[in-house]
């Protein structure tokens, strides 16, 4: 039987021995991917230090996270690897806290291959490697989650405070965040004004102080209180798109096509306005194609496998890259596929058939893994890239429907 402190000690020999066999293998580079969205995180932390404003679309706390370098001088090319160890650290601290709330629930064997479970996730250690934000909003996920665990042990509101406090912070990584604390304020109604006056509401003030500094930067720059346009754009261009051209039976094309072109002709502010346009008029007048694009939507960000693997080439000519190629392709494609629909079925299964015999920690867990699994579905062609946002609360959910089955008499999560 492994002691008590080398479990932690496991995982984290594990994780460094599995990331350098996984980079090495496939030839991972660390770098920055002029496909997709990484040229816009640094771009906002450009912004942020070269010209002290909020960049349009990247939030300030991630453009501040990542760009750090910049305030010693240092080159974009430093910014770039400090992000990208930044990303590591978080998917290192991930692993930790999954095993800490699981074995703070039931027992650290469970915690362990729970987390090792997780270490394996081919997707959520391959975004690390990308300049996204990603690991970084994972890993303050799962620290709110953390500390609603120790609240439910405790019932200290100081624990509630930080989660809220974590939240409010992660709304400056991925604006989505809003939701998440929406729901976290439902779930500590009563206990508000306790977590809302202590000493750790200074962090809440601090967090809600950056998020105005970022509406009021967007409102002087390009006219609106908003904390991102990134969502005008997505909708525009990847859901409300996709629907437009159901509705004209053409093929879709995210960015690439006429109604994208045409889009990109105009301003933040403008672009706000045509795509709440847009919106209204489909949700109108093409509600069945606008239902068709959102399951096409949830297809797309489920049936794919991490997309970063796919870009790797094998520039070293080594006989067994394809092989590894196709084998992480494979397994981060039915990791996606099982772990969406072990997700929402069974939270579904927890909010419904068994809400009295789990406590409000496990039905939080449920919430936020639909609520993230139905608003991903705004955009599409994402492969793995949204849905392992939820993949450490499947690992907690997992490990509780496991005990409950393998120990019928063990009340799970009991607060």
């Keep these: 039987m492994i002691s ?21 293998v496939i030839q991972l580079k660390v770098h920055l991917s002029l496909v997709g969205d990484d040229t816009t995180y640094l771009k906002a932390a450009e912004n942020i230090y070269f010209h002290c404003r909020a960049s349009d679309d990247r939030p300030i706390l991630i453009a501040l996270i990542d760009g750090l370098p910049f305030l010693f001088g240092f080159p974009s090319s430093v910014v770039v690897n400090w992000g990208i160890f930044v990303n ?9 806290l999954i095993f800490n709330i699981i074995s703070d629930q039931l027992n650290r064997p469970i915690a362990f291959y729970a987390s090792l479970f997780f270490v394996f996730c081919i997707g959520n250690l391959a975004i690390a490697f990308n300049f996204l934000s990603e690991s970084i909003f994972i890993f303050m996920l799962v620290l709110s989650l953390f500390f609603a665990n120790k609240y439910f042990k405790t ?3 100081h624990f509630i405070t930080l989660g809220i406090a974590v939240l409010v912070f992660a709304i400056l990584v991925k604006p989505m965040s809003l939701g998440l604390v929406f729901i976290y304020g439902l779930f500590f109604f009563n206990k508000l004004k306790s977590a809302l006056w202590n000493k750790f509401s200074s962090l809440i003030l601090v967090g809600l102080s950056m998020i ?11 006219g609106d209180y908003t904390i991102s346009y990134i969502d005008s754009i997505t909708w525009y261009n990847y859901l409300g798109g996709k629907a437009d051209c159901l509705k004209k039976g053409i093929a879709f094309y995210p960015g690439d096509n006429e109604r994208a072109i045409y889009f990109s002709k105009f301003t933040s502010h403008e672009q706000r306005k045509i795509a709440n346009d847009d919106m209204k008029a489909q949700i109108k007048d093409n509600t069945f194609n606008l239902m068709k694009a959102y399951l096409f939507c949830i297809y797309s960000n489920t049936s794919k496998g991490c997309f970063i693997v796919s870009e790797c080439e094998n520039e070293k000519q080594t006989f067994y890259f394809d092989a ?9 494609k039915l990791q996606n596929i099982i772990l969406t629909i072990v997700a929402v079925l069974l939270s579904f299964y927890s909010l419904t058939f068994n809400r009295k015999n789990l406590n409000a920690f496990s039905k939080m867990i449920s919430i936020i893994i639909l609520y993230v699994f139905f608003i991903s579905a705004i955009s599409c062609f994402q492969c793995d890239r949204f849905h392992i946002v939820f993949y450490p609360l499947v690992m907690m959910l997992l490990a509780t429907y496991f005990m409950k089955s393998t120990y019928k008499d063990v009340k799970i999560f009991k607060s």
């Design 4 to 24: 008590k402190p080398k479990y932690e000690y496991l995982l984290f020999f594990i994780a460094i021995v599995w990331t350098f066999f996984f980079l090495y």
């Design 324 to 332: 590894f190629k196709f084998l992480f392709k494979a397994i981060s």
């Design 155 to 157: 019932n200290s509101p």
């Design 88 to 96: 590591y650290c978080c998917w290192l601290s991930t692993i930790l």
């Design 212 to 222: 105005f500094f970022q509406m009021y930067s967007l409102k002087q720059q390009y």
